[in-house]
């Protein structure tokens, strides 16, 4: 059943009526740009047509208990305002990993000052969880989009975005960057992203008529690894501090350029200088890019997207062997214009870019090759770029 259905009808279900409303906030795939958003560098995602889907009303008037159903988990939690202070349910068990998501939202909301009113709730997701697309960024944002339906406040997209990041950082404890919350709150169909994750500008750029976005996943999960993204996030700060004693104007890696970088790489401990040279370099590759983009010179775009994957593998450490093969096979493949990795790393998915005309045969190529030599069955589609947060 798709999600949208799934969470109407468990409502009704649940809960004895309809739904109030239904929205949905998608995932993300992210082009280029990678772990970069935390560097002030810049990003180019696109939002998916794989989403978390809600399905809401108020709470019964005067509880202030909001109930939520996760379908995908088969649970349901129970949470006040107070009782998401101490991260525990209403009945005092702490809250399941998943409710963290939806109560860190209501939490970064309630630290705005915004009203977050009672909510009976139920979600679904077609989004993999821990397949580099954002699920956790398409949960919060399609809360963010619920609590903004029953209230009286409106924030525009990119403010919902932040409020999302701030409940991950300070709430669920992962030290994530913007690009997440951004692309779900922020998508524009049939249109790629690009975020300066300093100033917050954004402006789109088209995917080009006869270029496939092509998503491979090599149904290898993530696990456990918030510890070595936040390490890695550490590592940048580390390059940074000492980078700026020598160059006093430096406040993030995007502020190094690859000369200045090259020339004292030499005063950082091993692990920091290939971590930082990533970024420095990473940053470097979406300022050649991006003008290609425009021009439409969709090959030497490509190109780079293939250094990129190189980089994240042996520099920034965050491929696994399953990602690798799944992107050798790709590039090796016709009408393969460029692959790599996306999202945080350490399973999930890689991002092709694909001419339209072959993408179906090059989708059922990969897939076989993959198969056969991980013996892993991968799950491979043609996405579309698909518009933000929104109600349905
Ligand atoms: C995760 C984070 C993002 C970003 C990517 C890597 O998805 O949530 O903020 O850092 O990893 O680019």
Wanted: aromatic fraction near 6%; proline fraction near 5%.
């Amino acid at each position: 059943m798709h999600p949208k259905d799934l969470v109407t009808s468990t409502f009704r279900q649940r809960f004895d009526k309809e739904p109030t409303f239904v929205a949905l906030a998608p995932g993300r795939v992210n082009i280029l740009g990678e772990h970069v958003d935390f560097n002030d560098g810049f990003v180019l995602p696109a939002a998916i047509d794989r989403a978390t889907y809600i399905a809401f009303a108020p709470a019964e008037s005067g509880s202030e208990h909001s109930t939520l159903v996760a379908v995908d988990f088969g649970e349901e939690a129970s949470f006040t305002l107070e009782s998401i202070a101490t991260k525990t349910n209403t009945d005092g068990a702490a809250l399941p990993e998943w409710a963290t998501y939806p109560a860190g939202v209501a939490w970064a909301l309630k630290e705005s000052s915004l009203t977050v009113p009672a909510i009976q709730a139920v979600f679904a997701s077609d989004v993999p969880r821990g397949a580099g697309l954002s699920s956790s960024a398409s949960v919060e944002m399609a809360f963010a989009i619920a609590w903004q339906t029953l209230s009286k406040w409106e924030l525009p997209p990119m403010q919902r975005a932040l409020l999302g990041q701030k409940a991950e950082n300070q709430y669920v404890g992962v030290n994530c960057g913007i690009m997440d919350q951004f692309a779900s709150a922020c998508g524009i169909s049939g249109k790629l992203l690009l975020l300066d994750c300093r100033s917050l500008e954004w402006q789109v750029l088209p995917v080009p008529e006869d270029v496939a976005i092509v998503i491979a996943d090599t149904c290898v999960r993530r696990k456990l690894t918030d510890g070595a993204y936040n390490q890695r996030r550490q590592a940048c700060e580390d390059a940074v501090k000492i980078l700026s004693q020598h160059l006093p104007s430096v406040k993030a890696l995007r502020d190094v350029s690859v000369d200045d970088f090259n020339r004292l790489s030499d005063q950082l401990p091993g692990v920091v200088e290939k971590r930082a040279r990533h970024v420095v370099e990473e940053i470097e590759r979406s300022r050649r890019a991006i003008p290609l983009l425009e021009q439409g010179n969709i090959r030497e775009f490509g190109q780079i997207m293939n250094e990129c994957h190189a980089s994240l593998r042996d520099l920034y450490e965050v491929s696994i062997p399953e990602l690798n093969v799944m992107v050798e096979i790709a590039q090796s493949l016709p009408g393969c214009l460029g692959a790599r990795l996306t999202g945080a790393g350490f399973g999930g998915c890689t991002a092709n870019l694909v001419e339209k005309s072959v993408a179906e045969a090059f989708a059922a190529e990969l897939a076989q090759q993959y198969e056969g030599k991980t013996s892993l069955k991968p799950e491979i589609y043609i996405c579309k770029a698909s518009d933000g947060a929104r109600l349905v």
